[in-house]
């Protein structure tokens, strides 16, 4: 990946549902499917991995109760405060004195009600609750809770009972409607929310390590109206599946190069194929060489571990069209003979997103088993700098009959993309979606708030966008007028593979556009900025990979059909 600033180149009654997912501490383990007859009933459903040497036993169960089960014991009951110190108006379900102190509370301004603020509150014995202490938690404005706040305080409320030790806790929040959403809803945001701020990356944390492990919140109820349990069971089993497809993005990407090589990440892809309708094609790189892709074939050929594409079929979709989803996965980019600086080089096993992206998003579908057709297409290589490696001015034919001159041997991603995206048409698909953490220039544009989308099809990107407002990954669209075609023209090749200073987001989706065929509507997200958060900024993406695209092309999907 090539560019500045980051490194990338460019005993239950009838109304309980109770769904469980199981965060392990070892690698993949959370992508295992349930075992054979476990714990299914009419009224109760529990999703758990099957066992695995690499799992902890710490995980986060989620339980659906009626209004009723307000008295049913836990630990501390959660409480919505809106800004200005208004209480939830399900408040009115807990006992008389219970609410006075609630009351009482906000008026003396202990809790003004702004998001993310959260304040305790002890409970006294024989108050007509089973919990021990209230957290009141800031809703924010009233008007402005929308469901990525509400998933944003899943996530705080898990951070908060772990920080104080909680084992189990129980939700007011989902009882009402917030802003026009309705409680189902409600309560399946802040459920995706405490699974995503759940996650944890532990595989190489032995028993040696010094700090004493963290406390987990062990279990999460929510009360939802009676009326709506079983719409709210609907989306929590939805829910679920999709952030297991996340945690397998995550996992990937925060696996060390040396743990996780593009073979390995081939073999991910046959045992995934063995547990889900999904159907498996790796092309080796004498097979890459038979189709003549050397565009994958020179990032990779500076490495002792060779290139491979990765291609996941799943087709339940009938006669209805297909989508190719391309994700680019360097599983370790130094920049090749056109080094990376030393700082920060670590942060390059990121350079997977899109291919990792692409794994999750496979695995939640076929979890969902959805009605369409999806081909997965992941081109895979180590960008090293080595005695066999790739030059600077080199100049390589690509499998499209395109010359392409190495300008920058960090502007490695597009070479693989390019050779994916022709061979996606191979398969007729109506749409092609790629993901790339593609350009640093693409991070000094957008930050780490949004996601670079350009391409050929306005109805397209268009629908892209809504997909990540609903689903909280936005996107932002860039550019790409014919001028910009100008900047990749080379002088002894078709092409050159970078474009300059000026404008190398676009260039680089410029560069892409001419391995897909206009006729094709196609879109090119650039991850870059968004595939990874070292700030631990927001609490439903701790540190490291936010598996991001997962939910998004999820959330394009469950609307579109395709």
């Known amino acids: 990946m090539h560019g500045p600033h980051r490194l990338f180149g460019n005993g239950q009654t009838a109304s309980q549902v109770f769904l469980s997912l199981q965060i392990p501490v070892g690698l993949f383990a959370s992508v295992f499917p349930r075992a054979e007859g476990e714990g299914i009933s009419s009224d109760h459903e529990s999703f758990m991995p099957k066992d695995n040497v690499a799992m902890s036993d710490a995980h986060l169960k989620i339980h659906l109760f009626d209004e009723e089960s307000i008295t049913r014991e836990s630990d501390l009951l959660v409480i919505g405060i809106y800004q200005g110190g208004e209480a939830q108006s399900a408040l009115a379900r807990c006992p008389d004195g219970v609410a006075r102190e609630v009351r009482r509370a906000l008026k003396a301004g202990w809790l003004r009600g702004e998001a993310g603020e959260i304040f305790y509150l002890p409970v006294a014995a024989g108050e007509g609750l089973a919990v021990e202490r209230l957290l009141l938690v800031g809703l924010g404005k009233r008007e402005s809770v929308t469901l990525e706040s509400l998933r944003v305080l899943g996530a705080t409320v898990v951070k908060a009972c772990e920080k104080s030790s909680v084992d189990r806790a129980m939700v007011l929040v989902s009882l009402d409607e917030q802003h026009g959403i309705a409680p189902a809803k409600v309560m399946a945001a802040m459920a995706e929310g405490a699974w995503l701020g759940s996650y944890r990356f532990e595989r190489y944390q032995g028993v040696s390590r010094k700090d004493a492990p963290r406390h987990r919140l062990k279990r999460l109820d929510f009360l939802v109206p009676a009326a709506r349990i079983k719409g709210a069971y609907k989306r929590l089993e939805q829910v679920v599946k999709i952030t297991r497809g996340v945690f397998l993005a995550r996992d990937l990407c925060n696996t060390p190069g ?97 291919g990792a992206a ?120 860039l550019p790409m007028f ?36 206009e006729s094709r509507a196609w879109a090119h997200l650039d991850i870059a900025g968004t595939a990874y958060d070292l700030s631990s900024s927001k609490p439903h993406m701790p540190k490291g990979a936010v598996g991001i695209g997962v939910r998004l092309l999820c959330a394009y999907v469950l609307t579109e059909r395709v």
Request: proline residues 5%.
């Open 258 to 354: 040396n743990h996780l090589t593009p073979d390995g990440l081939a073999k991910r892809a046959r045992e995934m194929a063995e547990r889900l309708p999904i159907k498996t094609t790796i092309f080796s790189s004498q097979v890459l060489a038979q189709k003549g892709m050397h565009g994958i074939l020179a990032v990779g050929q500076g490495s002792e571990h060779p290139p491979c594409m990765i291609i996941m079929e799943y087709r339940k979709g009938g006669d209805r069209p297909t989508l190719a989803v391309v994700g680019k996965a360097i599983t370790f980019d130094s920049g090749g003979i056109s080094l990376k600086p030393g700082a920060k080089m670590e942060e390059m096993k990121f350079d997977m997103s899109g």
């Open 482 to 517: 014919p001028e910009y075609q100008e900047q990749i023209k080379s002088v002894v090749a078709d092409i050159k593979n970078v474009g300059g200073r000026e404008a190398g987001t676009i260039t680089a989706a410029c560069f892409l556009s001419r391995f897909v065929d």
């Open 358 to 477: 692409v794994f999750g998003f496979m695995h939640a579908i076929a979890e969902m088993a959805l009605p369409i057709n999806v081909v997965g297409i992941v081109p895979s290589a180590e960008n090293m700098p080595s005695g066999t490696a790739q030059r600077p001015g080199d100049v390589i034919k690509t499998a499209r009959g395109i010359h392409v001159e190495v300008i920058n041997t960090d502007a490695e991603g597009r070479l693989i993309l390019a050779e994916a995206l022709h061979h996606a048409a191979t398969f007729d698909p109506d749409v092609i979606i790629d993901l790339a953490t593609l350009t640093g220039a693409c991070v000094v544009a957008l930050g780490s708030h949004a996601t670079g989308l350009m391409g050929n099809h306005a109805g397209l990107q268009k629908r892209l966008r809504k997909a990540g407002e609903r689903c909280g990954e936005r996107l932002w669209s």
